[in-house]
């Protein structure tokens, strides 16, 4: 019985698809063991002016994935805005990053509680932080990502400040320091 001959497209995609697999090894064994590099993108001011994420980083950021019509988001962000007013640092900042919602709406809800609010109408930016629910909040010490806080949370908490602390002083920052409650 003979076999007929491998069709020539079919192996070109083969070669493809293990070439593919030895580059993702390769660049897998070639990241940090620390963390990885923050993904950058465009995003959106509340002008609708093309507004790119890493002009809005500090040497630690929280960058926090949110919507209005998210129920777990509301209910979390009158604890991160305390948390944003408790940190005592220049280096800190939290990026409010409206995901497929309406400006006004954020605006409304948000007051001037915050500057600094973007938005993600796509989705993009948020996925390439591997976000695809909400809220998710991604905390950047540099340009690395060090920790990843998935469902709301009680920011507010000795715990969640805790692990905030912990996790910058592991990526070589100075830490938080909070105001007395």
């Known amino acids: 019985m003979d076999q007929e001959p491998t069709p020539r497209s079919f192996r070109f995609q083969a070669w493809g698809v293990f070439a593919g697999a030895l580059v993702c090894s390769a660049l ?3 990241m940090p063991k620390g963390g990885s590099s923050a993904p950058g993108g465009f995003l959106y001011d509340a002008q609708g002016q093309p507004a790119m994420l890493g002009e809005h980083l500090a040497p630690i950021t929280l960058v926090h994935f949110w919507a209005t019509w998210c129920p777990p988001c509301i209910t979390e962000i009158p604890s991160l805005s ?12 939290i990026l409010y990053v409206a995901v497929d919602d309406d400006v006004q709406k954020v605006q409304d809800f948000l007051g001037s509680a915050t500057g600094n609010i973007l938005f ?5 930016v948020a996925h390439r932080y591997d976000t695809y629910k909400l809220p998710e909040t991604v905390l950047l010490v540099g340009n690395e990502v060090v920790d990843k806080f998935i469902g709301a949370q009680d920011w507010d908490s000795a715990e969640v400040r805790g692990r905030l602390e912990q996790k910058v002083r592991e ?11």
């Open 28 to 30: 897998a064994l070639g």
């Open 171 to 181: 990526a070589g920052g100075e830490g938080l320091a909070f105001a007395p409650s």
């Open 120 to 124: 993600d109408p796509s989705w993009e």
């Open 82 to 93: 305390r948390l944003e007013q408790s940190v005592q640092s220049r280096d800190f900042v």
